[in-house]
């Protein structure tokens, strides 16, 4: 039992890696516009919806790096962050609220990441190649997350759960987790404040579900993070009628093609 | 005497004992017990979060489904490292003394004289520096607390009044230090993990068996 103790913490480091290409990204985009970013840009980049302040973000980047190290918890730094905002005139962000929602939101997409990778090792993905999306944590209002796994065309299954419609469950490389996620990624969180999380589904009860057979060989996938720096724009700019007005909030940190297709610099 | 003789004409059971060889290296194998350990304890943290909640009544901060979201592995040579980045899991499990110094005031900044103990569900998650309106609290021996404090003044004379306190809230105590039991119902008992290995290593080791067996062309029957 000891074995599992260690007297020094080790860094989460696929997470931290993520975190170590992320680029600040002030936006002046809201919530809806923030989702429609290209998954290459959201997975790299420290934003919140409104926030246009770069100091504000780097102290935020800097934040989610302490916390996800494990180096300081969300009281302290919310309370640095309230400070700073005071001091930066920004009186939107000096609530409890607004403040734990951005904290809560980047460790989270950071433990998220970090969860998703460990998960795509073949042995662990050939063990467990399902996952069931459950309520990790109470919410007063919580949203209507079967009406959403139906509309994205997912299938319940029997079993216990918090849900009568029954168990949200699918297989790792299943789309449905891109398509219920308001951030268009594969893994938790998959909307703000949601308190939804996901759990392991092995191989044997995935076959017992009838989700697999038992011959099926997973593949491990990989995110936008491996595939290279470069994300196009083009439909977004299109959508949003944007232009170069979004060259202009992502600023010295990416070139934009005439093309659409954005380098991170 | 009896001679048996057996002749192979074609080995199945090789290629398939290779396999299963291979699948027992520590790259492959270590993932998955590691992988069985994190479920282990990530599950041990959701019972934890639903049988814990903070006693003073605020709003919850969900501590233990943090500890779930921040534990992991990762795989270094013949070593498999599971951890959690939860800010005080370990002093938690182990227990032990917390002494003011560490951090930095708010108000002096200087080093701090004495660590803060929440005292209501309001002040619960937070720190003294969230709230503007607290006075130090003062008692015989020295400041024993912070809180807010109402007031009612009265006058002495013509040029003279006088403060006094009506009414204390306290908000956060104030303490050099403070013992943390240790709590070794923080992690999984180890007889629940050492099942959940002993299972899980069955269920892949049948796995790398019907995998050679697949892949010869010939599913192995289990």
């Given at each position: 039992?000891?074995?599992?103790?260690?007297?020094?913490?080790?860094?989460?480091?696929?997470?931290?890696?993520?975190?170590?290409?992320?680029?600040?990204?002030?936006?002046?985009?809201?919530?809806?516009?923030?989702?429609?970013?290209p998954?290459?840009?959201?997975?790299?980049?420290?934003?919140?919806?409104?926030?246009?302040n770069?100091?504000?973000?780097?102290?935020?980047?800097e934040?989610?790096?302490?916390?996800?190290?494990g180096?300081?918890?969300?009281?302290?730094?919310?309370?640095?962050?309230?400070?700073?905002?005071?001091?930066?005139?920004?009186?939107?962000?000096?609530?409890?609220?607004?403040?734990?929602?951005?904290?809560?939101?980047?460790?989270?997409?950071?433990d998220?990441?970090?969860?998703?990778?460990?998960?795509?090792?073949?042995?662990?993905?050939?063990?467990?190649?399902?996952?069931?999306?459950?309520?990790?944590?109470?919410?007063?209002?919580p949203?209507?997350?079967?009406?959403?796994?139906?509309?994205?065309?997912?299938k319940?299954?029997?079993?216990?759960?918090?849900?009568?419609?029954?168990?949200?469950?699918?297989?790792?490389?299943?789309?449905?987790?891109?398509?219920?996620?308001?951030?268009?990624?594969?893994?938790?969180?998959f909307?703000y404040?949601?308190?939804?999380d996901?759990?392991?589904?092995?191989?044997d009860?995935?076959?017992?579900?009838?989700?697999?057979?038992?011959?099926?060989?997973?593949?491990?996938?990989?995110?936008?993070?491996?595939?290279?720096?470069?994300?196009?724009?083009?439909?977004?700019?299109?959508?949003?009628?944007?232009?170069?007005?979004?060259?202009?909030?992502?600023?010295?940190?990416?070139?934009?093609?005439?093309?659409?297709?954005?380098?991170?610099? | 005497?009896?001679?048996?003789?057996l002749?192979?004409?074609?080995?199945?059971?090789?290629?398939?004992?290779?396999?299963?060889?291979?699948?027992?290296?520590?790259?492959?194998?270590?993932p998955?017990?590691?992988?069985?350990?994190?479920?282990?304890?990530?599950?041990?943290?959701d019972?934890?979060?639903?049988?814990?909640?903070?006693?003073?009544?605020?709003?919850?901060?969900?501590?233990?489904?943090?500890?779930?979201?921040?534990?992991?592995?990762?795989v270094?040579?013949?070593?498999?490292?599971?951890?959690?980045?939860?800010?005080?899991?370990?002093?938690?499990?182990?227990?032990?003394?917390?002494?003011?110094?560490?951090?930095?005031?708010?108000?002096?900044?200087?080093?701090?004289?004495?660590?803060?103990?929440?005292e209501?569900?309001?002040?619960y998650?937070?720190?003294?520096?969230?709230?503007?309106?607290?006075?130090v609290?003062?008692?015989?021996?020295?400041p024993?607390?912070?809180?807010r404090?109402?007031?009612?003044?009265?006058?002495?004379?013509?040029?003279?009044?006088q403060?006094?306190?009506?009414?204390?809230?306290?908000?956060?105590?104030?303490?050099p230090?403070?013992?943390?039991?240790?709590?070794?119902?923080?992690?999984?008992?180890?007889?629940?993990?050492?099942?959940?290995?002993?299972?899980?290593?069955?269920k892949?080791?049948?796995?790398?068996?019907?995998?050679?067996?697949?892949?010869?062309?010939?599913?192995?029957?289990?």
């Amino acid at each position: 039992m000891s074995g599992l103790i260690y007297p020094h913490p080790v860094d989460f480091r696929q997470a931290l890696e993520t975190r170590s290409v992320r680029a600040i990204l002030p936006t002046g985009m809201d919530s809806q516009m923030l989702r429609q970013l290209p998954r290459a840009v959201r997975e790299r980049a420290v934003f919140s919806a409104g926030v246009q302040n770069t100091d504000f973000l780097t102290r935020v980047g800097e934040a989610v790096d302490r916390m996800t190290a494990g180096q300081t918890n969300i009281a302290t730094e919310r309370t640095m962050l309230r400070q700073l905002a005071e001091s930066l005139e920004l009186p939107a962000l000096q609530t409890d609220a607004r403040l734990n929602l951005i904290l809560d939101t980047q460790t989270g997409m950071a433990d998220g990441y970090g969860a998703w990778i460990e998960g795509q090792h073949p042995s662990v993905l050939d063990m467990w190649p399902a996952q069931e999306l459950y309520r990790a944590e109470e919410r007063k209002e919580p949203r209507d997350w079967p009406q959403r796994w139906y509309a994205a065309g997912g299938k319940f299954y029997p079993g216990e759960s918090d849900y009568t419609d029954g168990r949200m469950i699918a297989l790792k490389d299943d789309d449905i987790w891109t398509d219920i996620s308001a951030f268009g990624l594969p893994y938790a969180p998959f909307d703000y404040n949601s308190g939804m999380d996901l759990r392991d589904i092995d191989h044997d009860e995935a076959v017992k579900l009838g989700i697999i057979e038992d011959d099926y060989l997973p593949v491990p996938q990989k995110l936008g993070l491996n595939d290279g720096l470069e994300a196009s724009i083009g439909p977004l700019a299109a959508k949003f009628g944007l232009g170069f007005a979004l060259g202009d909030i992502l600023g010295h940190l990416v070139r934009i093609a005439t093309g659409g297709e954005a380098t991170f610099q | 005497m009896i001679a048996i003789e057996l002749t192979i004409t074609q080995d199945e059971v090789s290629p398939a004992l290779r396999e299963l060889s291979d699948g027992l290296d520590d790259d492959r194998l270590l993932p998955v017990l590691a992988g069985t350990v994190n479920n282990s304890m990530r599950g041990h943290f959701d019972e934890l979060e639903d049988t814990r909640p903070n006693k003073m009544g605020g709003s919850r901060r969900h501590y233990y489904s943090g500890a779930r979201a921040k534990t992991t592995f990762t795989v270094s040579g013949n070593t498999a490292f599971i951890f959690t980045t939860q800010v005080g899991m370990r002093m938690r499990y182990f227990g032990g003394t917390i002494r003011a110094g560490a951090g930095i005031s708010s108000a002096t900044g200087k080093p701090t004289k004495y660590l803060t103990i929440p005292e209501t569900a309001e002040s619960y998650g937070h720190r003294a520096a969230d709230f503007d309106d607290l006075e130090v609290l003062w008692g015989r021996d020295g400041p024993y607390g912070l809180g807010r404090v109402e007031r009612k003044t009265i006058q002495r004379g013509d040029s003279f009044t006088q403060s006094n306190a009506i009414q204390t809230e306290v908000l956060f105590w104030l303490v050099p230090e403070v013992e943390i039991p240790e709590d070794h119902t923080m992690l999984p008992e180890s007889g629940e993990l050492n099942d959940a290995l002993h299972k899980d290593f069955g269920k892949y080791v049948n796995r790398l068996w019907y995998q050679a067996g697949y892949r010869m062309g010939a599913p192995v029957e289990n």
